[in-house]
Nanobody, 111 residues
Framework: QVQLVESGGGLVQPGGSLRLSCARS????????MAWYRQAPGKQREFVAR???????TYADSVKGRFTISRIDAEATAYLQMTRVEPEDTAVYYC?????WGQGVQVTVSS
């Protein structure tokens, strides 16, 4: 059973940077996609970014050019590098892989 554990959230000022991590365990498969979603208060969960087994990536228009998703297969970990953050990026960020969700990590963008 796949388990996902996020870390790296916190408070960051507008224009700043933050890196989220998602550690995957419980599966021997090395071919899997990983993705990040987020949910702001009062809103539905929305797609942020995805990285496929071949390393190809997809981003939501709202974060394209500011966020970068990456992965280190040897560590079974995916990352979300967030730069030039905006107050609208405030949300709980969730990692997804193999139909499994992590517990979520809070990101707050505020001065």
């Amino acid at each position: 059973q796949v388990q996902l554990v996020e870390s790296g959230g916190g408070l960051v000022q507008p224009g700043g940077s933050l890196r989220l991590s998602c550690a995957r365990s419980g599966s021997r498969s090395i071919k899997y996609a990983m993705a990040w979603y987020r949910q702001a208060p009062g809103k539905q969960r929305e797609f942020v970014a995805r990285i496929n087994p071949d390393g190809s990536t997809t981003y939501a228009d709202s974060v394209k050019g500011r966020f970068t998703i990456s992965r280190i297969d040897a560590e079974a970990t995916a990352y979300l590098q967030m730069t030039r953050v905006e107050p609208e990026d405030t949300a709980v960020y969730y990692c997804w892989s193999a139909a499994t969700w992590g517990q979520g990590v809070q990101v707050t963008v505020s001065s």
